[in-house]
């Protein structure tokens, strides 16, 4: 696994603490929007890392996660908007529910390979905005209009503004998550996941328990990314159905893509460009139009979908993979062995012809 | 009973372009192993363009006929230059690469033509065609338009040898590259049919659900569940199963209308089509994933 070494960690660890105390001093650097920014890029992070858990480490691929995100944001609205719950206790909810869904996701996608996995996930991703419309379930989640939640306060009167607060709740969290990801992976249970996504039947034959790998897995991918959506619904403060369609799994797919998949490191960088991106949108439109003259409208979707593409030929494991490679080809260390924790992409190319 | 009726019509109507597209989906399905999730998108792309030819003063017919080939060649040339060099690539590419495609057509015709939603004229005359009361003149066109459409594909893939050709790629490439077919060429044609076959069915429905870039999502995920009810391997089988599942949607929601008069409980309506839709996907792929008339694949390990 391309893990970060550790000196850079405490590097990124102490700079994620120490430039948001710097507002005083650089206000136009770490201004409060940027803050905001950065919140939601932590934000994309995490579900990104929910779904390389599944699909990167264990090879279930999953087109739908943006269900799980709206899951985690629905109870979290709802507990704050019905039951009076503090922003934070909503988290262990999310959690816990979503797992609770993800797991029950996970029983029927273990009949479910390859191509079927991806077709199911894909209905339910499209499926979501209209269960949540559901006629039954508008006394909890306001139907079409959503629910309008309040920001998180700053605690214990800290001086700190609301979205430098924001930023280290979103901090806190990420990094807990993070590292609660990175001991998994390197647990007896984080090989087994991976042993079932390099071959399946091998790692059944050695003992794994590979339908409850795969069923706990899909729950703890659906809670990370619930959790994302929980600290979502508070940083906007608003949750609506519409906002829960395909695209939005679509996102999140391009940050596993372009972060690498099966790396962790990587799922940070994948949530902080599609974040980066979608927000350039409007700034990549108009230097279309006006510096390259051309009369077309460039949205987020058109660069998301021309990387999806090129990547794949590209740099199939990711940028973070792929500079990693870089690196080291530099370097000229061993002899750039194939990642451990590369995909399944540059594996099993006779999969397609022995299924007849 | 004319309710009934009616909903039942209106079921074939849709079962027809769920028909089409289902085809489109098991024709690329059938010859490559891919599902092909830009399918629907595709289809709305070149309904754009048939929308963009009538507006520049062509007719309905020729702006039909000059879409469908467009999507032709766009099929082709998608599949020489976007699909062939990932022939062997494992599932999470090319899943990855299909929704790129989606991405791409959905944002390029959302740029080109903008998100509002358009009104699409319908080419079937108003007075005395259809059966007043039960079956409108569109929804009778369309099932007539779509099983012209599959009449000619049956016909082209049984008595052409372009079409025996076609057939012989897609079963077994080796044997068939032995004998002397071009497979490559082979299924790059089938792409071209099936996105032409795909324009077919987002050019007759667009009148129904109105022109817009998200238009094809619900009618796509209906495809795919057609195609798995038919069995995903079995082009008849797709047809088939478009119809049941047309037909089906449309019961389920009547009858929902039904329990709603009889005993005021809303269990389920047309606000819940997509949701019937991932439960006819997760049913039939979980409970019976070989469909109505599919073969049972067994992996030999």
């Given at each position: 696994?391309?893990?970060f070494?550790?000196?850079?960690?405490?590097?990124?660890?102490?700079?994620?603490?120490?430039?948001?105390?710097?507002?005083?001093?650089?206000?136009?650097?770490?201004?409060?929007?940027?803050?905001?920014?950065?919140?939601?890029?932590?934000?994309?992070?995490?579900?990104?890392?929910?779904?390389?858990?599944?699909?990167?480490?264990?090879?279930?691929?999953?087109?739908?996660?943006?269900?799980?995100?709206?899951?985690?944001?629905y109870?979290?609205?709802?507990?704050?908007?019905?039951?009076?719950?503090?922003?934070?206790?909503?988290?262990?909810?999310?959690?816990?529910?979503?797992?609770?869904?993800g797991?029950?996701?996970?029983?029927?996608?273990?009949?479910?390979?390859?191509?079927?996995?991806?077709?199911?996930?894909?209905a339910?991703?499209?499926?979501?905005?209209?269960?949540?419309?559901?006629?039954?379930?508008?006394?909890?989640?306001?139907?079409?209009?959503?629910?309008?939640?309040?920001?998180?306060?700053?605690?214990?009167?800290?001086?700190?503004?609301?979205?430098?607060?924001?930023?280290?709740?979103?901090?806190?969290?990420?990094?807990?998550?993070?590292?609660?990801a990175?001991?998994?992976?390197?647990?007896?249970?984080?090989?087994a996941?991976?042993?079932?996504?390099?071959?399946?039947?091998?790692?059944?034959?050695?003992?794994?328990?590979?339908?409850?790998?795969?069923?706990?897995?899909?729950?703890?991918?659906?809670?990370?990314?619930?959790?994302?959506?929980?600290?979502?619904?508070?940083?906007?403060?608003?949750?609506?159905?519409?906002?829960?369609?395909?695209?939005?799994?679509?996102?999140?797919?391009?940050?596993?893509?372009?972060?690498?998949?099966?790396?962790?490191?990587?799922?940070?960088?994948?949530?902080?460009?599609?974040?980066?991106?979608?927000?350039?949108?409007?700034?990549?439109?108009?230097?279309?139009?006006?510096?390259?003259?051309?009369?077309?409208?460039?949205?987020?979707?058109?660069?998301?979908?021309?990387?999806?593409?090129?990547?794949?030929?590209?740099?199939?494991?990711?940028?973070?993979?792929?500079?990693?490679?870089?690196?080291?080809?530099?370097?000229?260390?061993?002899?750039?062995?194939?990642?451990?924790?590369?995909?399944?992409?540059?594996?099993?190319?006779?999969?397609?012809?022995?299924?007849? | 009973?004319?309710?009934?009726?009616?909903?039942?019509?209106?079921?074939?109507?849709?079962?027809?372009?769920?028909?089409?597209?289902?085809?489109?989906?098991?024709?690329?399905?059938?010859?490559?192993?891919?599902?092909?999730?830009?399918?629907?998108?595709?289809?709305?792309?070149?309904?754009?363009?048939s929308?963009?030819?009538?507006?520049?003063?062509l007719?309905?017919?020729?702006?039909?006929?000059?879409?469908?080939?467009?999507?032709?060649?766009?099929?082709?040339?998608?599949?020489?230059?976007?699909?062939?060099?990932?022939?062997?690539?494992?599932?999470?590419?090319?899943?990855?690469?299909?929704?790129?495609?989606?991405?791409?057509?959905?944002?390029?015709?959302?740029?080109?033509?903008?998100?509002?939603?358009?009104?699409?004229?319908?080419?079937?005359?108003?007075?005395?065609?259809?059966?007043?009361?039960?079956?409108?003149?569109?929804?009778?066109?369309v099932?007539?338009?779509?099983?012209?459409v599959l009449?000619?594909?049956?016909?082209?893939?049984?008595?052409?040898?372009?079409?025996?050709?076609?057939?012989?790629?897609?079963?077994?490439?080796?044997?068939?590259?032995?004998?002397?077919?071009?497979?490559?060429?082979?299924?790059?044609?089938?792409?071209?049919?099936?996105?032409?076959?795909?324009?077919?069915?987002?050019?007759?429905?667009?009148?129904?659900?109105?022109?817009?870039?998200?238009?094809?999502?619900?009618?796509?995920?209906?495809?795919?569940?057609?195609?798995?009810?038919?069995?995903?391997?079995?082009?008849?089988?797709?047809?088939?199963?478009?119809?049941?599942?047309?037909?089906?949607?449309n019961?389920?929601?009547?009858a929902?209308?039904?329990?709603?008069?009889?005993?005021?409980?809303?269990?389920?309506?047309?606000?819940?089509?997509?949701?019937?839709?991932?439960?006819?996907?997760?049913?039939?792929?979980?409970?019976?994933?070989?469909?109505?008339?599919?073969?049972?694949?067994?992996?030999?390990?």
């Amino acid at each position: 696994m391309p893990a970060f070494p550790k000196k850079w960690l405490i590097v990124l660890l102490v700079l994620g603490v120490v430039v948001p105390l710097l507002q005083p001093v650089l206000p136009n650097l770490v201004s409060d929007y940027r803050l905001f920014l950065v919140s939601t890029m932590m934000i994309a992070a995490i579900a990104v890392l929910g779904l390389n858990l599944l699909t990167g480490f264990n090879g279930q691929i999953s087109l739908g996660h943006g269900a799980f995100y709206a899951v985690g944001a629905y109870i979290a609205a709802i507990l704050m908007d019905q039951a009076n719950f503090p922003y934070w206790a909503t988290l262990p909810f999310a959690a816990v529910l979503c797992f609770i869904v993800g797991y029950l996701f996970g029983l029927p996608a273990l009949k479910l390979e390859g191509h079927y996995l991806a077709l199911a996930t894909f209905a339910l991703a499209l499926a979501v905005p209209q269960i949540l419309k559901y006629k039954w379930l508008e006394g909890l989640t306001g139907g079409v209009q959503g629910i309008v939640l309040n920001k998180p306060e700053v605690p214990f009167g800290l001086p700190l503004s609301e979205d430098q607060w924001l930023y280290y709740y979103c901090f806190i969290v990420m990094v807990f998550l993070y590292w609660a990801a990175s001991n998994i992976l390197k647990s007896r249970s984080g090989r087994a996941m991976m042993a079932i996504r390099d071959y399946h039947i091998a790692a059944d034959t050695m003992g794994i328990d590979t339908a409850l790998y795969k069923t706990v897995t899909f729950g703890i991918s659906a809670a990370y990314t619930g959790i994302a959506g929980a600290l979502s619904a508070s940083a906007i403060a608003f949750v609506a159905p519409d906002s829960f369609n395909f695209f939005l799994s679509i996102k999140f797919l391009i940050g596993l893509v372009v972060g690498g998949v099966g790396s962790l490191a990587g799922s940070l960088i994948g949530g902080v460009f599609y974040v980066l991106v979608d927000n350039s949108a409007q700034a990549l439109s108009t230097f279309v139009k006006n510096d390259l003259g051309l009369q077309f409208d460039l949205s987020a979707y058109t660069v998301f979908g021309i990387l999806l593409i090129v990547l794949m030929y590209l740099m199939p494991m990711g940028i973070a993979g792929g500079v990693y490679a870089l690196i080291r080809s530099f370097r000229r260390a061993a002899p750039v062995s194939p990642e451990r924790s590369a995909p399944a992409a540059t594996r099993k190319p006779a999969q397609a012809g022995e299924s007849h | 009973m004319e309710q009934f009726l009616q909903q039942l019509a209106s079921g074939l109507a849709n079962g027809a372009i769920y028909a089409c597209v289902a085809l489109a989906l098991v024709m690329i399905y059938v010859s490559t192993d891919h599902l092909n999730f830009a399918q629907g998108e595709m289809a709305m792309f070149s309904t754009y363009i048939s929308w963009q030819l009538m507006t520049w003063g062509l007719s309905f017919w020729v702006a039909f006929i000059l879409a469908v080939a467009f999507s032709f060649v766009l099929g082709v040339l998608i599949e020489r230059v976007i699909l062939r060099p990932l022939h062997n690539a494992p599932v999470l590419s090319v899943v990855v690469v299909f929704i790129g495609l989606l991405a791409i057509c959905n944002s390029v015709a959302g740029a080109i033509w903008s998100y509002l939603i358009k009104e699409y004229p319908s080419p079937f005359p108003k007075s005395s065609f259809g059966i007043a009361g039960v079956i409108g003149p569109h929804q009778l066109g369309v099932v007539l338009v779509t099983l012209i459409v599959l009449t000619l594909l049956f016909a082209f893939f049984r008595f052409t040898p372009l079409g025996l050709a076609m057939r012989a790629a897609a079963q077994n490439p080796q044997m068939a590259r032995l004998v002397g077919v071009r497979v490559d060429w082979m299924l790059a044609l089938g792409w071209g049919l099936a996105a032409a076959v795909g324009a077919v069915a987002g050019i007759m429905v667009a009148h129904i659900v109105y022109l817009d870039p998200n238009m094809m999502g619900g009618i796509l995920l209906y495809a795919f569940a057609s195609a798995l009810v038919g069995g995903i391997g079995n082009p008849g089988g797709a047809v088939v199963g478009g119809f049941i599942v047309g037909v089906l949607e449309n019961m389920v929601a009547y009858a929902g209308n039904q329990i709603e008069k009889a005993t005021g409980v809303y269990i389920i309506g047309n606000g819940e089509k997509l949701t019937v839709a991932l439960i006819i996907v997760i049913f039939v792929l979980t409970v019976k994933p070989a469909g109505l008339f599919g073969r049972v694949i067994v992996k030999r390990v």
